[in-house]
């Protein structure tokens, strides 16, 4: 399956990016976005602005130049392009941690805006991230808020109480997997998620027949940086795991 084209103009391309696909590889047999919108736009020039994970879906954007590239990345950095994700995360207990800031809660029930606010590190050789405390020589401060606005029926691999839940974050930084380290510490893991997840989790995806990671980039927001218009894209989720909250 192709990315899907859904915003075009002569400074931006964006599109709907499936699960499987690379936003960008150095292997040349391999398909990508980057090598999708070359060929589609006859140009060798793309400037990625946001990446997302292989066995991730949604909005990838990329500027046409490198003025508009330099832009976008700008504002990438000071937080001026809001990143919102759709999550089936699996509930469990609440962790026993020590919280960073006292009014941050963990919370599996429907309706309550939660945010969890921790650090990161990045482990490059491994390409593997984990929370770590805040005096770590290389901890980078992580914050998202989420809200469960759905949940589906238990199944056969999931242990007492334990259910899919939908999760609605709204991504404030942008650090490596931040959504998949931050929601497996906070006990909510992603469902598919191999990586970070747990068993269970990866086990309900396998039960489902769910392919890649159970998380979509619906909601890019942005100021367009040549002609000042409030930019919304948004996508609806393809992937399986969406169809467990539509009834």
Known sequence: MNPEIIYEDKYILAVHKPVGIPSQ???VSQPDVVSFAQKYLGQ??????NRLDQPVEGIVL?????KTAANLTEMLKKGRIRKKYYAAVLSGSAPDREQQDPTTEIAQDSGSQITLTDYIFHDKKNNFSSIVTPDHADAKRAELKYTIIGSAESHADCAGDAHPLLADIDLITGR???IRVQMA????PLIGDTKYGTDEACALAKQLKIAGVALCAYELSFTHPVTNDIITLRVKPRSEWYGLFIN
Do not use: C, V, Y
Not at 44 to 49: A, D, P, Q
Not at 62 to 66: F, P
């Open 62 to 66: 990329m500027a046409l130049n490198s």
């Open 176 to 178: 490596h997997h931040q």
């Open 25 to 27: 590889t150095r292997s």
């Open 44 to 49: 060798s020039f793309i400037g990625m602005i």
């Open 185 to 188: 510490h906070a006990h909510l």
